[in-house]
């Protein structure tokens, strides 16, 4: 019995990893078609002034809880946008540190009585401030609800039709917010486009604009690199094209306001509110039968610090599991729908079966089977070719991200950087994968148990 166990195990393990990888295989099939086109078409796109007088107005909005040493940067940054009209929109989420003390000091804010529509419910509004140096920046003080309460109020408030969501502690390009905005306007059915976010670790910033692109000398935020880069170029760049993309970053996505406030705005009762967002925006469009579109573009880009430490990793890696189980199974109705789409039929059960489940099949996978070779029920072979099979398949898609960004964008152009993430697109399957799995084991083990919901500390430099 203990021997058919072992076997069966060893089998499952192998399917599963074979599945996974050619899904990954296949999608980066897709990314490599979808980014070649891309580049293709972009030169169109990069005619001076082709697309400024008809650019619609955008608010970007910007939640900030304790973000005291970041948040003059990344405002500076939105400051420095390349694009027609825009507005600021800070909302101050009941920090207990010197954010609104030094957004006052900073932008030189004064009291201001607006009135705004109340259309998405939220915690109290203490104040709303403008800026006497900027009049486009405005800053919302708030009593604390969580981020996504703090983005409903945001969107309260912002006046323009489209709102782009902005992380406090993120730094965008100065052309990025224009490319994002585009597929607006190339096809009318769009109601989010998302950009692409990069670690900023080891980078060069003055005055919220990065003068010079570097790696880190530590090795946890030089592995999330290589992680970025696989996620967006590969994992979102394959789905966008059949329209079925399930996430787009919170740290950088532009949204229809008044599909937003249709589907009824974030949850605040979710974790991870940027994916299940847009599940949300899937299920309640296809069951209206409407046609639209969400997008992903390769190029905007917003660059954000990754943690360097174990402890705010665990944190991060385990917040975005449990958020994963929220999104999937409070929109389960999406799963094998052939009215869904893609979305039902492919990336709902790819995120189901390999996100969500991956971790646990992982692990238990490598216990089983290390105690199988141990007992000597496992042949060594079989063993190695276990191993070899969830090592190269790992290493390989990691090297071909970096060869598609090399062949494409070329954000790291000094030798030595794109050695370093070449080491750590081999090193991370050593213990980094299985210590990430471990992370959101933990993650499912909270959603499961419905603990309490909490985002964790996160350490940031703020350099």
Same mark, same amino acid.
């Given at each position: 019995?203990?021997?058919?166990?072992?076997?069966?195990?060893?089998?499952?393990?192998?399917?599963?990893?074979? @599945?996974?990888?050619?899904?990954?295989?296949?999608?980066?099939?897709?990314?490599?078609?979808?980014?070649?086109?891309?580049?293709?078409?972009?030169?169109?796109?990069?005619?001076?002034?082709?697309?400024?007088?008809?650019?619609?107005?955008?608010?970007?909005?910007?939640?900030?809880?304790?973000?005291?040493?970041?948040?003059?940067?990344?405002?500076?940054?939105?400051?420095?946008?390349?694009?027609?009209?825009?507005?600021?929109?800070?909302?101050?989420?009941?920090?207990?540190?010197?954010?609104?003390?030094?957004?006052?000091?900073?932008?030189?804010?004064? $009291?201001?009585?607006?009135?705004?529509?109340?259309?998405?419910?939220?915690?109290?509004?203490?104040?709303?401030?403008?800026?006497?140096?900027?009049?486009?920046?405005?800053?919302?003080?708030?009593?604390? @609800?969580?981020?996504?309460?703090?983005?409903?109020?945001?969107?309260?408030?912002?006046?323009?039709?489209?709102?782009?969501?902005?992380?406090?502690?993120?730094?965008?390009?100065?052309?990025?917010?224009?490319?994002?905005?585009?597929?607006?306007?190339?096809?009318?059915?769009?109601?989010?486009?998302?950009?692409?976010?990069?670690?900023?670790?080891?980078?060069?910033?003055?005055?919220?604009?990065?003068?010079?692109?570097?790696?880190?000398?530590?090795?946890?935020?030089?592995?999330?690199?290589?992680?970025?880069?696989?996620?967006?170029?590969?994992?979102?760049?394959?789905?966008?094209?059949?329209?079925?993309?399930?996430?787009?970053?919170? $740290?950088? @996505?532009?949204?229809?306001?008044?599909?937003?406030?249709?589907?009824?705005?974030?949850?605040?009762?979710?974790?991870?509110?940027?994916?299940?967002?847009?599940?949300?925006?899937?299920?309640?469009?296809?069951?209206?039968?409407?046609?639209?579109?969400?997008?992903?573009?390769?190029?905007?880009?917003?660059?954000?610090?990754?943690?360097?430490?174990?402890?705010?990793? $665990?944190?991060?890696?385990?917040?975005?599991?449990?958020?994963?189980?929220?999104?999937?199974?409070?929109?389960?109705?999406?799963?094998?729908?052939?009215? $869904?789409?893609?979305?039902?039929?492919?990336?709902?059960?790819?995120?189901?079966?390999?996100?969500?489940?991956?971790?646990?099949?992982?692990?238990?996978?490598?216990?089983?089977?290390?105690?199988?070779?141990?007992? @000597?029920?496992?042949?060594?072979?079989?063993?190695?070719?276990?191993?070899?099979?969830?090592?190269?398949?790992?290493?390989?898609?990691?090297?071909?991200?970096?060869?598609?960004?090399?062949?494409?964008?070329?954000?790291?152009?000094?030798?030595?950087?794109?050695?370093?993430?070449?080491?750590?697109?081999?090193?991370?399957?050593?213990?980094?994968?299985?210590?990430?799995?471990?992370?959101?084991?933990?993650?499912?083990?909270?959603?499961?148990?419905?603990?309490?919901?909490?985002?964790?500390?996160?350490?940031?430099?703020?350099?």
């Amino acid at each position: 019995m203990l021997v058919n166990l072992f076997e069966y195990t060893q089998w499952v393990f192998l399917l599963y990893f074979i @599945g996974l990888n050619c899904s990954y295989m296949l999608l980066n099939v897709a990314a490599i078609y979808s980014v070649s086109k891309y580049m293709d078409d972009k030169t169109l796109t990069t005619i001076p002034g082709i697309d400024s007088d008809i650019m619609p107005p955008v608010s970007l909005i910007v939640p900030a809880y304790n973000e005291q040493n970041t948040i003059t940067q990344s405002i500076y940054a939105l400051l420095q946008l390349e694009y027609p009209e825009y507005e600021i929109v800070v909302i101050n989420d009941g920090s207990s540190d010197e954010t609104l003390a030094t957004l006052k000091k900073d932008f030189k804010l004064v $009291a201001f009585p607006e009135a705004y529509r109340k259309r998405l419910d939220t915690q109290k509004i203490e104040r709303i401030y403008v800026s006497k140096n900027y009049p486009t920046i405005r800053v919302i003080d708030k009593h604390n @609800g969580g981020k996504s309460d703090a983005l409903n109020a945001g969107i309260n408030i912002s006046r323009f039709p489209l709102v782009c969501i902005v992380d406090a502690d993120s730094i965008l390009q100065r052309e990025s917010l224009k490319r994002v905005v585009q597929p607006f306007l190339f096809d009318s059915r769009t109601v989010v486009s998302g950009g692409t976010v990069r670690i900023i670790n080891g980078s060069t910033v003055e005055r919220g604009h990065i003068v010079e692109v570097s790696t880190p000398n530590k090795i946890i935020p030089l592995i999330q690199i290589v992680e970025y880069l696989r996620a967006f170029l590969f994992g979102r760049l394959g789905w966008s094209p059949l329209n079925a993309l399930l996430i787009v970053s919170g $740290a950088f @996505g532009v949204f229809h306001k008044e599909t937003l406030i249709s589907v009824g705005g974030y949850k605040t009762n979710t974790i991870g509110e940027d994916m299940e967002l847009i599940v949300r925006i899937h299920r309640k469009l296809r069951k209206a039968k409407k046609d639209y579109r969400i997008t992903f573009v390769p190029d905007p880009v917003c660059w954000t610090e990754a943690p360097e430490d174990l402890s705010s990793l $665990a944190n991060q890696r385990i917040r975005w599991q449990r958020g994963l189980c929220e999104s999937l199974f409070l929109n389960m109705s999406l799963f094998m729908n052939p009215r $869904a789409g893609a979305v039902g039929m492919l990336a709902f059960p790819f995120m189901l079966f390999f996100e969500w489940a991956g971790p646990i099949i992982e692990i238990f996978g490598f216990i089983i089977i290390i105690i199988g070779y141990s007992m @000597g029920m496992i042949d060594t072979n079989v063993f190695l070719l276990l191993l070899f099979v969830a090592t190269l398949f790992g290493m390989m898609l990691s090297i071909t991200a970096l060869l598609l960004e090399e062949m494409s964008f070329h954000m790291y152009q000094k030798p030595s950087d794109l050695l370093r993430l070449f080491i750590a697109a081999i090193i991370e399957n050593f213990g980094y994968r299985q210590l990430n799995s471990v992370f959101r084991i933990i993650g499912f083990y909270q959603w499961f148990f419905n603990t309490k919901r909490s985002w964790g500390a996160m350490k940031r430099k703020g350099a």
